[in-house]
């Protein structure tokens, strides 16, 4: 989703809510439809703001409940807690032997989503080159890193030598050692552009 997408949506959203306030109104109140409750709502949301014939209070209410959606949707809310948790993990192959393939990295990325999904956190990207691995990730507070890191690289190691793809060492893909970073707000897209530009070979 584009910068100048969500600063529009921002825009409008914050003028919906005062005129929702204004007119006393609750914002959650989507008029037609409930944005919460719609699947693909962007598409139909973003329709429905440019028709001119429909009134300018209701296109201000769908804005309003899409900003709301957007920023819901940026933390995690669970039954006790809620939490913006975000790391940078770097893994590295075994002495940094240059053995990943394009194909060895498609398996990892499986496989770290798979892991991600049975553990209920988030690979919000994913990207390497021929001796390492970037992933951002979004993790409750309820796992530690270390749960995290060894599901992820003991899985992936699993899949690859069943797969039959070279690993630098008889039983390991991955070196023990391992680089874990803290981000979030701006840094995080900076992060997203970085893992994008890999070199994958």
Not at 7 to 34: E, H, I
Request: charged residues 15%; proline residues 6%.
């Amino acid at each position: 989703m584009g910068f100048e997408f969500v600063f529009v949506c921002w825009l409008f959203g914050c003028l919906g809510l005062v005129l929702c306030l204004l007119s006393k109104t609750p914002p959650v109140r989507a008029g037609f439809y409930n944005i919460y409750q719609t699947p693909n709502v962007y598409p139909r949301v973003i329709t429905l703001a440019l028709i001119p014939t429909l009134p300018y209070r209701e296109r201000a209410y769908f804005l309003a409940n899409l900003l709301i959606f957007l920023v819901c949707n940026m933390i995690r809310h669970e039954r006790h807690g809620v939490s913006d948790l975000r790391v940078h993990l770097v893994c590295v192959t075994k002495y940094r032997r240059k053995v990943l393939t394009s194909e060895g990295l498609a398996l990892i990325k499986e496989s770290f989503e798979a892991v991600a999904k049975k553990m209920n956190f988030q690979i919000l990207e994913f990207n390497g080159e021929s001796n390492h691995v970037h992933a951002a990730i979004e993790y409750p507070p309820k796992l530690s890193i270390s749960q995290i890191v060894n599901h992820l690289k003991g899985v992936s190691s699993r899949m690859c030598g069943k797969a039959g793809y070279q690993k630098p060492h008889q039983t390991a893909l991955w070196s023990p050692s391992d680089f874990v970073t803290s981000v979030g707000g701006a840094p995080l897209e900076i992060l997203k552009q970085h893992i994008q530009n890999q070199k994958s070979p």
